[in-house]
Nanobody, 125 residues
Framework: QVQLMESGGGSVQAGGSLRLSCAVSGSRHNCLGWFRQAPGKEREGVAAVSTGAGSTYYAASVKGRFTISQDNAKNTVYLQMFSLKPDDTAMYYC????????????????????WGQGTQVTVSS
């Protein structure tokens, strides 16, 4: 079992920045990811990291604006978000994958076994 708890969401104006944190505990995991879901839309992958190699992956819509990082000493994964846009408004979820299949679907929700409760990000124009 892996437990995940997100924090750091909030409301910002367009062009602003936020940093989301996800505290991770429990058993071994091979991938950690950030996903988001806006009302009426499907959950989509935003960024992910393979915890062993440290390789990072980004959705095209956030590449160059968002950065995923992990602090192994603190068992925390972060999502630093810059140049936020109203389209970034969504509930953001942290997720962990116990199996290796996450590496072949690293930004797809079906690649992950465990999910946090989410933290809301609202970007106003």
């Amino acid at each position: 079992q892996v437990q995940l708890m997100e924090s750091g969401g909030g409301s910002v104006q367009a062009g602003g920045s936020l940093r989301l944190s996800c505290a991770v505990s429990g058993s071994r995991h091979n991938c950690l990811g950030w996903f988001r879901q806006a009302p009426g839309k499907e959950r989509e992958g935003v960024a992910a990291v393979s915890t062993g190699a440290g390789s990072t992956y980004y959705a095209a819509s956030v590449k160059g604006r968002f950065t995923i990082s992990q602090d192994n000493a603190k068992n925390t994964v972060y999502l630093q978000m810059f140049s936020l846009k109203p389209d970034d408004t969504a509930m953001y979820y942290c997720a962990a994958a116990a199996g290796w299949s996450c590496l072949s679907q690293v930004l797809r929700p079906e690649g992950y076994n465990y999910w946090g409760q989410g933290t809301q990000v609202t970007v106003s124009s």
